[in-house]
T-cell receptor
Framework: DTAVSQTPKYLVTQMGNDKSIKCEQN?????MYWYKQDSKKFLKIMFS???????INETVPNRFSPKSPDKAHLNLHINSLELGDSAVYFC?????????????FGPGTRLTVL | AQTVTQSQPEMSVQEAETVTLSCTYD???????LFWYKQPPSRQMILVIR??????QNATENRFSVNFQKAAKSFSLKISDSQLGDAAMYFC?????????????FGKGTRLSVIA
């Protein structure tokens, strides 16, 4: 069974379009995250949600809007896509307990903006 | 803010040999976690090993072990008996333990090549 899944795995689109990436976890975790991995492989946090509430928003352009319909899902919607948005986007989840430190990652979504 | 530094962009090792990847971090916190993640060409992020800052004993997982030096803020990864499947990007990461939903702070990664 897949613990953290993302769809789609690959997304190719034109500049200016709007697109969404979906994430689901079946681990019963309370906290979910979006990370961005740029072309130099650097991974950086974008957002984190705890039980459907936004906890962290790391100076991400407001063209990016996360939505959490329930604590098992965290979707990422991107408006007016730009060339610089091309990256791999990872969803992750973790339990809320302070001692439950490990984060589990999805397979990533490679977004290419042409 | 916490930072993680991996000073070796690339490393290589002969199959069956041992290699050590370096990581240093900067924090004012006393309670935190440190991790090594592996990212093979499939791009899946795979947890290799983790260390709780309050534990003095270095973590080990089969061929993987760490040298955790809290005072020096150093957290290196040693891979013994290297295998071709160990070839990947390796990321060192820090996570604060002050709450249950702090994100990971990653270093820039070290690309490890394994030579047959």
């Amino acid at each position: 069974d897949t613990a953290v899944s993302q769809t789609p795995k690959y997304l190719v689109t034109q500049m200016g379009n709007d697109k969404s990436i979906k994430c689901e976890q079946n681990l019963g975790h309370d906290t979910m995250y979006w990370y961005k991995q740029d072309s130099k492989k650097f991974l950086k946090i974008m957002f984190s949600y705890n039980n459907k509430e936004l906890i962290i928003n790391e100076t991400v352009p407001n063209r990016f809007s996360p939505k959490s319909p329930d604590k098992a899902h965290l979707n990422l919607h991107i408006n007016s896509l730009e060339l610089g948005d091309s990256a791999v986007y990872f969803c992750a989840s973790s339990p809320h307990s302070p001692r439950g430190a490990e984060q589990f990652f999805g397979p990533g979504t490679r977004l290419t903006v042409l | 803010a916490q930072t993680v530094t991996q000073s070796q962009p690339e490393m290589s090792v002969q199959e069956a040999e041992t290699v050590t990847l370096s990581c240093t971090y900067d924090t004012s916190e006393s309670d935190y976690y440190l991790f090594w993640y592996k990212q093979p060409p499939s791009r899946q992020m795979i947890l290799v090993i983790r260390q709780e800052a309050y534990k003095q004993q270095n973590a080990t997982e089969n061929r993987f072990s760490v040298n955790f030096q809290k005072a020096a803020k150093s957290f290196s990864l040693k891979i013994s008996d290297s295998q071709l499947g160990d070839a990947a990007m390796y990321f060192c990461a820090y996570r604060s333990a002050h709450s249950g939903n702090t994100p990971l702070v990653f270093g820039k990664g070290t690309r490890l090549s394994v030579i047959a």
